[in-house]
């Protein structure tokens, strides 16, 4: 091996930030601390924070490879960013949020070494108090969507209503899936070259969604494999959009529909989160003047905007 090919890392891994300066040092420090014996290359994108994020990564891990936009450009587009200039045989999506766990880097690169058939792959994710975070899932059909949004799913019988998130399943063995969660999604190089990137008309949710089954429909293998851990916090950046997080999920999800199933599937979908939302504004509303209490009128307001900006400014492009 000469030194040439000695400098090219295996892994490069990928982290955008918005305003989570706190939990980008922690995510930082833990991959540092856990790369092990593998080559690595780093590389944030920060999307405009106002929190000092970027300057600290400047100031405390100057090994880091900082790009700093001048604006939001969402997750889609400064994924991207990151992936025009990683050069490592693998490369991973790991959210600001996270926290790496012992030899999961390592082993996740190990795992793609020795499953050349893998395109890409996810590892076992945990909340922050270390139960089992119920990443992978099912591709978001018309059917799943209304078992998800009626709450079917959260029936313990038949196991058929808990499909979409496979309710049953412990995340405990490895298992070919539909969709892996982008909190930590380990893609070959050669196959994001043959897929492409992220498509950028998801500003924020269902981006990953869409990659994964660009990458099933180009005949890779998507598994789940618990070759190790992440502790992931949730939504450290999407809670700070309050309402407009719930039209962003809705936007994503009838964009999917629109991309992959044509303009009937999207209506379909857009009707589906309708009436959910529409449910869930009718139930705090009478809640809040039951009730009387702060929490149920916010989650009246919440709904009800949800609701209004759903009716507003929804796009349905085939």
């Known amino acids: 091996m000469n030194d040439a090919s000695r400098a090219v890392p295996e892994l490069s891994v990928v982290i955008v930030n918005w305003n989570t300066v706190s939990l980008l040092h922690q995510v930082l420090h833990s991959v540092f601390n856990n790369c092990g014996a593998i080559r690595m290359q780093i590389i944030v994108i920060d999307n405009a924070s ?6 600290m990564v400047a100031r405390e891990f100057p090994g880091v490879l900082l790009i700093r936009n001048l604006r ?3 997750f889609a587009a400064a994924n991207n960013q990151g992936f025009e200039v990683a050069i490592g045989r693998y490369v991973l999506m790991l959210n600001s949020d996270t926290i790496v ?7 996740s690169v190990r795992y793609l070494n020795s499953h050349p058939d893998v395109g890409a792959m996810g590892c076992r994710v945990l909340n922050p108090d270390r139960t089992m975070q119920r990443t992978c899932s099912m591709w978001p059909s018309l059917i799943n969507l209304t078992l998800q949004t009626s709450g079917l799913c959260k029936l313990p019988w038949p196991r058929f209503l808990g499909r979409y998130q496979m309710m ?6 490895e298992r070919d899936v539909d969709s892996i969660t982008g909190c930590y999604l ?3 190089n050669t196959v994001l070259e043959q897929v ?3 498509d950028e008309s998801f500003f924020f949710f269902g981006e990953e969604t ?3 089954r660009r990458i099933r429909m180009a005949g890779c293998r998507l598994v789940f494999a618990p070759v190790g851990e992440i502790i992931h916090y949730g939504s450290a950046s999407a809670s700070k959009l309050n309402h407009r997080r719930d039209l962003l999920l809705t936007d994503a999800m009838v964009r999917l529909h629109a991309k992959h199933g044509g303009r009937l599937a999207a209506v379909s979908a857009w009707l589906i989160l309708l009436l959910f939302n529409l449910s869930r504004a009718s139930f705090w509303s009478l809640m809040s ?3 009387r209490r702060p929490e149920a009128f916010d989650r009246a307001r919440h709904f009800r905007q949800v609701v209004a900006g759903q009716l507003a400014f929804i796009r349905m492009e085939v």
């Open 101 to 107: 766990l012992g030899d999961v880097l390592a082993a």
């Open 168 to 173: 049953d399943w412990q995340r405990d063995s």
């Open 210 to 212: 869409d990659w994964c």
């Open 72 to 74: 939001n450009r969402g």
């Open 196 to 198: 492409g990137p992220l």
């Open 289 to 291: 003047l039951i009730q």
């Open 186 to 188: 380990m893609v070959r």
């Open 50 to 55: 106002e929190d000092g994020s970027a300057d």
